[in-house]
């Protein structure tokens, strides 16, 4: 279940307050904050991948990585 932006905000500031008092027994902020920074990095993947498939680039490589932008969005939902 996707949450909204507002709870994923407020996830984030849970997580950074946790990290930074040490209440992290579990790693469970730490590990948030490290999944919400891969996730924006692949987000920005993910966009320039569908910039260059816009280019009008063919092949093989071309329908993989389609696939690949699709099933991305599809996971992230």
Same mark, same amino acid.
């Given at each position: 279940?996707?949450? $909204?932006?507002? !709870?994923? !905000?407020? =996830?984030?500031?849970?997580? /950074? $307050?946790?990290? /930074?008092?040490?209440?992290? /027994?579990?790693?469970?902020?730490?590990?948030?904050?490290?999944?919400?920074?891969?996730?924006?990095?692949? !987000?920005?993947?993910?966009?320039? =991948?569908?910039?260059?498939?816009?280019?009008?680039?063919?092949?093989?490589?071309?329908?993989?990585?389609?696939? =690949?932008? /699709?099933?991305?969005?599809?996971?992230?939902?």
């Amino acid at each position: 279940m996707k949450p $909204t932006d507002n !709870e994923l !905000e407020m =996830a984030i500031v849970a997580a /950074e $307050t946790m990290c /930074e008092s040490g209440e992290d /027994e579990h790693h469970v902020g730490k590990t948030l904050l490290h999944l919400y920074q891969r996730l924006q990095t692949l !987000e920005k993947v993910c966009a320039a =991948a569908q910039d260059y498939l816009d280019s009008g680039q063919q092949g093989p490589q071309h329908v993989q990585l389609e696939v =690949a932008i /699709e099933t991305a969005r599809q996971t992230g939902q």
